[in-house]
């Protein structure tokens, strides 16, 4: 980023700032929410984390009917876990041998909050947002991330109305492993896209590490 574009982007960020406080206290002095309903919700999305979504993948890597549900209707898998989704409209779309997904908001950044809580500095900022459809495997590289040029990389869109979440494929070498193992292997940019979930002797290096 420029220095320019930062102080653009400075700019632009405390004029929502001051509306967003404009039309909080509009809100509460019309009697609409109270303070209380505000700091609820404030603290239930802080809660929100990606092992939310963890959880369902881990679920429907060892549970083909709740996979077919959550590919079906996403925000209905969420609810069956009781992940609330408080009305997205969640979309899972699942990696296979031939496909690569990944998701972004060119627009702005739109994410699946409620699934994987705060989205990443990078997922907002402009560089991701206008690379990432025109040349994803290069921007997929950049994370770590090397996708065999015979599989297709999808790039999802998300809106304001639609949110993704990415099914990644169960490393190999899992065969057996609980659901709470594998809910370990899985995480936040692999739930994006732009990694692959943690390899089995990955997680081992992990936990050794933080012993
Ligand atoms: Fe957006």
């Known amino acids: 980023m420029t220095d320019h574009a930062h102080l653009r982007h400075g700019v632009k960020d405390n004029h929502y700032k001051r509306l967003a406080i404009a039309v909080r206290e509009l809100l509460i002095e019309k009697g609409v929410v109270t303070e209380d309903e505000i700091a609820t919700f404030m603290a239930r999305m802080d809660a929100r984390s990606p092992e939310l ?3 369902m993948v881990a679920r429907a890597w060892v549970d083909p009917e709740y996979k077919k549900r959550m590919l079906a209707d996403g925000s209905a898998a969420a609810e069956e876990l009781g992940i609330a989704v408080d009305g997205t409209l969640l979309v899972v779309v699942e990696n296979t041998e031939d496909v690569h997904n990944l998701f ?11 699934i994987l809580g705060l989205p990443p500095d990078w997922y907002k900022g402009r560089e991701y947002r206008s690379r990432v459809i025109n040349e994803p495997r290069a921007v997929l590289r950049e994370f770590g991330t090397d996708i065999a040029d015979g599989i297709e990389l999808r790039v999802h869109d998300s809106t304001a109305d639609m949110r993704y979440l990415i099914l990644p494929q169960r490393p190999a070498g899992t065969e057996g492993w609980s659901e709470d193992r594998l809910a370990k292997l899985v995480t936040r940019d692999s739930m994006i896209g732009v990694s692959l979930p943690l390899r089995p002797d990955q997680l081992d290096q992990l936990e050794h590490a933080a012993e």
């Open 53 to 55: 979504g963890a959880r």
């Open 104 to 114: 972004v908001c060119t627009l702005c950044s739109c994410y699946p909050r409620t």
